[in-house]
């Protein structure tokens, strides 16, 4: 087919007879993307799952834990020399080294993309308690010199200045540590030890170039209760949320976030921007000592960020950014809802929802390639990735490229997806899709093995979706994907196998070719231009709709 003439693209652009909402779209969902830590950015796996990430989903940023754990040799004690046959030789003041961090970062940015940088973890030789988190033993603790911390973090991004120059380190993010709330697993510290970190980062980084950009506090997640309100978090103030009859109802706040402004205007500290995690999950304290794991309504995240905007723009920080930099539907990575078609349907009604609330949201994470618990039992054990650790496309991986795909200006926000226009070319695209009603404000839950998270196929019924857009040009032809039970739904094929935890070759093409076996079609405008949208979505249906030839610009 001829491309449109320009004429084509003057006619007035509507949807059911309205115009165009004039507001942009705000691509929250790709700016940033989450990851395990750096040293398995050394992987070819995960570099080629990274590349996909960038090349067809849009990802622009990425973040990792660990970028100064032990496995990337960056801050030195000793020369590590004797292996078996003596111990190393202390050295005189420690020495930073970088061979392994550049490799990482020069290949983030040969794909096109920049680091989303977090600052941590202690190195060994630097922590006052060792080996707190992970199987790969992460020390998550209060530096024993905190001058030696700033050091660290100060030749740290001095040498990417050197090595990449002033102007793109600039476009980078510096955040001060990950979840500090979390003791004694992600900080063994207090509450102020945290904010001191966060002084002496801020104050190192900012000593180079007022420009560079630091935030905080990164902390998780949203709660109802006191539990943090101290120095250290006391378990026993959730007890009254777990026993709460609807934790819904109940009054969920940022951790730290309040107290963290509070500390830093007092000090005169900056803060470029903010950064939480919003699960829209909660484990609170039972009276026996156990947990009770909570599961928020649907649209938790859109009001927490609600609130978290609040908070920001009545503070006297408010001009800056919000990064969610950590959010999926559990932060479990042995939640098989993260393998299932729901959670699909479940992150793009969400993100959808909450694109004109943050700067980004981070998925957590792009890959199953993710050792937090060490490598995961079989091809599909519940790992937060948009794809597995053979690259095997999951239905949230569809998810994002159909959102990848949208335009970066609001035409229509429909009440079960929006279309949008591109504003360099004027490509029309669109998302619909089928969160059922019958789930009754309920999120998608965390669940511990397959059998149960197919349970929800059980529930909703199809819909019909009908719209109209008008002042199109005369004949233009749309792509129409469709995920569904039925297409692009791989963990469903790898349970029809029997769930095999060992892949044959020949299982593996099987399973990819089901991965990618999405429901497609055309669409096509009038000779007046106007385009009918008549489908029958079945429940949990995602629908990518993209025009397939741009207008003229010339």
Known sequence: MAAPT???????????GAPPSGRPMHHVW??????????????????????????????????????????????????????????????????????????????????????????????????????????????????????????????????????????????????????PNLVPKFWTGTRTQYFELYEASVRAIKAIDERLLVGGPSTSVFVPDDRYAGEYEDGS???ATGLAEDPDALDWRPVWVEEFIAWCHERDLPVDFFTAHLYP????????????????????????????QRIVADSPYAGAEIHITEWSTSPSSRD??????????????????????????????????????????????GGFGLVNEQG????????????????????AELPHGVVTRDGATGRVSGVLFHYPDEMGGRSVRAQNSYAAARGLAEVGTSRRVTHTVAGLPAGATFDVVQLDWEHGNVAEAWHA????????????????????????????????????????????????????????TS
């Open 336 to 381: 098989r809802s993260h393998d299932a078609l729901f959670a699909a349907t479940y992150i793009t009604r969400a993100y959808l929802r909450c694109a004109a609330l943050a700067d980004s949201i981070s998925y957590w994470t792009f890959t199953d390639v993710f050792e937090e618990g060490g490598a995961g039992l079989g091809p599909f054990h």
């Open 497 to 552: 196998m029997g769930e095999p935890i060992n892949l044959t070759l020949p299982q593996t093409a099987q399973l990819r070719a089901a991965a990618d076996d999405l429901l497609r079609s055309t669409l096509t405008a009038s000779d007046d231009g106007v385009l009918e949208i008549d489908l029958e979505l079945p429940a949990w249906a995602v629908v990518g709709i993209v025009q397939t030839v741009p207008p003229a």
């Open 30 to 179: 790709n700016q940033c993307v989450g990851a395990g830590r750096a040293n398995e950015a050394l992987r070819a796996d995960w570099q080629a799952h990274f590349r996909e990430a960038v090349d067809v989903l849009g990802a622009r940023y990425v973040r990792f834990h660990g970028l100064f754990h032990d496995d990337m040799f960056v801050y030195r004690g000793n020369d590590g020399g004797g292996g078996g046959f003596g111990p190393p030789t202390p050295l005189a003041e420690p020495v930073h080294t970088f061979s392994y961090v550049d490799k990482v970062f020069d290949f983030i940015l040969e794909t096109g993309a920049r680091p989303f940088v977090e600052l941590g973890f202690m190195p060994r030789d630097l922590a006052t308690q060792t080996e707190t988190l992970f199987w790969w033993k992460a020390h998550c603790s209060p530096p024993t010199d905190m001058g030696r911390w700033a050091d660290l973090v100060a030749a740290t991004v001095r040498h990417w200045i050197e090595r990449y120059g002033i102007d793109e380190v600039l476009q980078w993010r510096f955040e001060v540590w990950n979840e």
């Open 392 to 411: 095997l496309h999951k239905p949230t991986f569809h998810a994002f490229r159909m959102l990848a795909q949208l335009g970066d200006e609001v035409v």
């Open 281 to 308: 999950t909660d484990y609170a304290a039972t009276p026996s000592g156990g947990a009770k794991e909570i599961s928020r309504y649907v649209d938790a995240t859109y009001d927490d960020l609600t609130l978290l």
């Open 237 to 239: 103030k959730s007890i």
């Open 6 to 16: 320009q004429s084509d693209t003057t006619r007035p652009l509507t949807v059911d």
